[in-house]
Structures are given as structure tokens and as C-alpha cells.
């Protein structure tokens, strides 16, 4: 039977953790300040991970600035998360910008639209 809770999961929770840890305590940008760790992914050989980000502000031109800056500094994350957990190989990382946060909000909209004018 094979275990509800795998290798891949435990190395993306503790990326996460992690991430989210020197996102908001070492990074001095003030551009990446308000960034928020909402997935990390790891490949099942465990050489790459993806880390989902999304910001408060979700204007286009600043999480373009903000991914800039995150895409800059991944050697720095990769070489800080590396001190800090004892793993044999530490993948490599790649920033992406979590949009879902911002559909979601953009579908709860429109719902509470629909809902408020079928009472009418």
C-alpha cells in the first residue's frame, strides 16, 4: 500500500516552509515584501521544484517587477534553503506567479453578482 503522505510531498512542505521563511525575513526588495508561498512542486526525480507565489497587489507592471526580482535572487533562496536543510541534492528553483488566488477573487465576484440579482 503505498504511503498517503510520500517523499515528494514532505520535500515540498519543507520548501515551502522555507521559502516562505526567507521570502519575507532575507529578501530586502521591497517589491518582493508582500509575496505569499501558496504552492511548491517538486518533480518526481527531485531535481527541479517550482514555487507558486502571489502578492497582494496584483497589478500587472509590479508582479512583472516582482517575478524580475524572485528570478534574480533564486540562486540565493536555493543556496540559503540548502544551509538550512540537510538534503543530498537540493533542486533547482524556478518562480511562477499563482493567478488562482486572483481568478478566485474574480469568481467569488461574479457569483455574489449573480446570487444578488436573482433575488431581485
Known sequence: ?????????????????????????????????????????????????????????????KVKEAMQVLDKASGFVRSTMASRLKMRYMPNIKFEFDSLVKESMKLDALIAKGLGSSDE
Open 1 to 61: 500500500m503505498p504511503k498517503s503522505y510520500g517523499r515528494n510531498e514532505r520535500i515540498a512542505a519543507s520548501l515551502r516552509r522555507e521559502a516562505a521563511r526567507i521570502l519575507s525575513t532575507e529578501i530586502k526588495d521591497p517589491r518582493v515584501s508582500l509575496a505569499t508561498v501558496t504552492e511548491v512542486n517538486v518533480a518526481p526525480d527531485l531535481r527541479n521544484a517550482t514555487i507558486f507565489v502571489s502578492f497582494i497587489d496584483d497589478d500587472e507592471t
